[in-house]
């Protein structure tokens, strides 16, 4: 997807976006996440497998949070009991899902566990660098419908194939703590910085008029407004719409989305886009609330027809971040699956 087409469709308000990504854009991601899932079930011993292997449709699927596992214990294999050989397959998998920045951002989620392990000195909370898991729903094949999480605090992706061809991406949720990294050896590490920077510099960008608009509170909430939750519906108020920003500030709205969609692999993020498309561009809108000033508790979401961002940073006197991808009928994949089933005989 290159970006000067998506910004075409931004610049022409009220008119559906006119280029068409065909949905096999996902087909090397397909191929690579299929090839990567059976070399990492392959290298599984009995044991670990029949915890790791759960049918497509079991409720497991379904369950998902971004808390510490001591308050959400999570059902798969963990990172910590694989061995060099069976860690390694593991990651090619999660690779496989993302593009390289991604990838590389997920680790630094991972890795801030021992940050905070050296800054609480135990506690509540193990805090463990590799207290993730791994979980695959289905059988994974070139023509069925099959799945996988890769979860633990702070990081939930979830990742659904329809019909071996295409990829649903949602939830996918990435939290960072600290936000920022005050001391230490990693001091000054941001591991979400792109999602904070890119959106204030589009705050900042609004004249008096629009910020009016955008604002939608000088307090922001406690937390992501969705939460954890299975299903959701669009949040009002929804802010400033694209159609009221200008060229350079539709530009910068593109900059924020493409923070999120840069996450997952050039073809999970094209499929992303493509639908982004078909809803209809011009229907984006963005919201802020809370302070406007770096180190101040504040919160954005940017909402069209069929997703929502949403990012919160006002723990830990804001120096906590969540952030979130959703799709309101596409989360886990429901809206892919109940077109495969209704176009493909069974």
């Known amino acids: 997807m290159k970006k000067s087409e998506f910004v075409r469709s931004l610049l022409m ?28 079930i392959s290298i599984l011993s009995e044991e670990q497998r029949e915890r790791t292997l759960f049918e497509f449709e079991d409720a497991e699927r379904h369950r998902w949070h971004f808390i510490p596992p001591e308050m959400f214990p999570r059902a798969g294999v963990g990172l910590k009991e694989l061995d060099p050989e069976q860690s390694g397959r593991a990651h090619d998998l999660i690779r496989s899902a993302l593009s390289q920045s991604g990838y590389m951002t997920t680790i630094q989620i991972m890795e801030l566990e021992d940050v905070l392990q050296a800054l609480e000195g135990g506690g509540r909370f193990a805090r463990d660098s590799e207290e993730y898991v791994l979980s695959v729903f289905g059988t994974p094949s070139a023509d069925t419908s099959w799945g996988w999480r890769f979860e633990g605090h702070h990081v939930s992706l979830h990742f659904t194939i329809v019909g071996g ?32 920077d890119v959106a204030r510099t589009l705050l900042q960008a609004l004249d008096a008029g629009q910020r009016e608009m955008a604002i939608i509170s000088d307090v922001a909430p406690r937390d992501i407004v969705t939460g954890a939750e299975l299903e959701i519906d669009p949040l009002t108020p929804v802010g400033i719409g694209a ?18 969609t840069s996450v997952m692999a050039e073809g999970i993020a094209d499929y992303r886009l493509e639908k982004l498309y078909d809803a209809g561009i011009d229907k984006i809108a963005f919201a802020w609330a809370g302070g406007v000033e770096r180190g101040e508790q504040h919160y954005y979401r940017v909402q069209g027809p069929t997703f929502l961002i949403e990012y919160d940073n006002t723990q830990n006197n804001a120096n906590h971040i969540h952030s979130v991808w959703r799709e309101f009928n596409g989360d886990f994949g429901r809206d892919l699956l109940r077109e495969h089933v209704s176009s493909t005989p069974h």
Not at 14 to 40: H, K, P, Q, R, W
Not at 167 to 192: C, H, M, Q, T, Y
């Open 13 to 40: 308000p009220g008119v559906m976006a006119s280029v068409v990504l065909i949905s096999a854009s996902c087909s090397s991601s397909t191929d690579e996440m299929l090839g990567a899932a059976n070399d990492f």
């Open 165 to 196: 061809a295409v990829i649903a991406s949602s939830p996918a949720f990435l939290g960072a703590n600290p936000a920022e990294v005050l001391d230490g050896p990693d001091k000054g590490l941001r591991a979400l910085a792109d999602k904070e």
């Open 243 to 260: 159609t009221m920003l200008s060229e350079e500030q539709r530009l910068l709205l593109m900059d924020l989305i493409t923070a999120y």
